[in-house]
């Protein structure tokens, strides 16, 4: 499924709903929530499946050893990219000063993983801001901790703004696996591939490979989470062979392709 940004409220193919309370949610692919905002933070995490969160600073991609940070009052939707087990856990204003301003993906190491799960279980609460809750509250409280010493994780597709960066976009997008030159998709849009090449670097703040590696690192965690085995994956995301794309997902994720689909 290409991770083209769909209009908010109009998931393709699949069920919107207005947005996900607390706790534990069972998407099926496509499945999506309409474009909302929160008074509170709150964190979003795949025990299964790949999700994608789209704000206006871009997409980025959640699969099953990352959790979102969306911060109180940022409009945002999101969508599932496969069979997906989200969890959703709304943190107390107390902790806004603890965690980013702005929405992010973080690394879920195995004790971010189990708090989470515990946290938006059977023995969880979504109310935005409890008092004290005993054993519950000191989870959260070292899940925060946690979170603020994990890494920031590059899994985010900014999008551009000037209409010749959104025709390579939606051209990319609807498939990751197109090699075609920088020159010959500035042709098709209208413009130099220089003139291309700037503006990558001024709107996205990359160059256009490492945009075009972010797209397709992206897809392929889709195709993973979807149980495809990596050589599919690696042809269907633009790579020449496996042990190239097996290079470039590790450098980006932290894990390799196989280790990646056994976690997920």
Known sequence: MPLRRQAAGRESGAASILWPAGGRHQWSAG????????????????????????????????????????????AHHHRAHSATDMRVLFLPHSYDGLM???????????????????????????????????PLDRMRRVL??????????????????????RAVARRLQDDPGDRTPLPDLGRAVGASSRTLSRLFQREL???????????????????????????HVAHACGWANPSSFIAAFTDLVGTTPGRYQHQG
């Open 205 to 231: 703040g990359m160059t256009f490979y490492q945009w075009r590696t972010q797209i397709r690192l992206c897809h392929a965690l889709v195709l993973l989470a979807d149980g495809h085995d990596i050589s």
């Open 100 to 134: 980013p301003g702005h929405p992010v993906v973080l690394l879920a190491d195995g004790l971010t993983r189990e708090l989470l799960l515990t946290l938006t279980g059977p023995r969880s609460y979504d109310d935005p801001d409890p008092e004290d809750r005993g």
């Open 144 to 165: 925060v901790d946690e979170l603020r010493e994990a890494r920031e994780q590059p899994l985010h597709i900014p999008d551009p703004v000037d209409d010749r960066l």
């Open 31 to 74: 499945q999506g929530s309409q474009a909302h905002t929160h008074a509170s933070g709150h964190l979003l995490y795949a025990a299964r499946g790949v999700l994608s969160v789209h704000t206006d600073r871009g997409t980025s991609v959640v699969p099953a050893n990352r959790v979102a940070w969306v911060p109180a009052g940022v």
